[in-house]
Nanobody
Framework: QVQLVESGGGWVQAGGSLRLSCAAS????????VAWFRQAPGKEREFVAA????????YYADSVKGRFTISRDRAKNTVYLQMDSLKPEDTAVYYC???????????????WGQGTQVTVSS
């Protein structure tokens, strides 16, 4: 069993930065690919970034490449999403997910956090 708790969301002006955290309990988390997804009002949940269990490989959606950085601290069982140069279109609820059932960008993950709101104003 894995429990995920996101934090770090909030309000920021365009061009600003936020860092999201995903703290996990459960041994499975440390050996799992972990991803961030987001969902804006009226839109489907979309892939943002993922990181393999070792941290060796990272993957990003084209829309955030070069602006967002995913990382993990295995000692703290935490995954981070550093978001820089934020745009109004980044406004969404951001979710952390672990233990994928498919590819890293496939939303069929087994465990999800409750989400954290990110609002970027123009």
């Amino acid at each position: 069993q894995v429990q995920l708790v996101e934090s770090g969301g909030g309000w920021v002006q365009a061009g600003g930065s936020l860092r999201l955290s995903c703290a996990a309990s459960g041994r499975t988390f440390s050996s799992s690919t972990v991803a961030w997804f987001r969902q804006a009002p009226g839109k489907e949940r979309e892939f943002v970034a993922a990181i393999t269990w070792s941290g060796t490989y990272t993957y990003y959606a084209d829309s955030v490449k070069g602006r967002f950085t995913i990382s993990r601290d295995r000692a703290k069982n935490t995954v981070y999403l550093q978001m820089d140069s934020l745009k109004p279109e980044d406004t969404a609820v951001y979710y952390c997910a672990a233990v994928p059932a498919g590819a890293y960008n496939d939303p069929r993950y087994n465990y999800w956090g409750q989400g954290t709101q990110v609002t970027v104003s123009s």
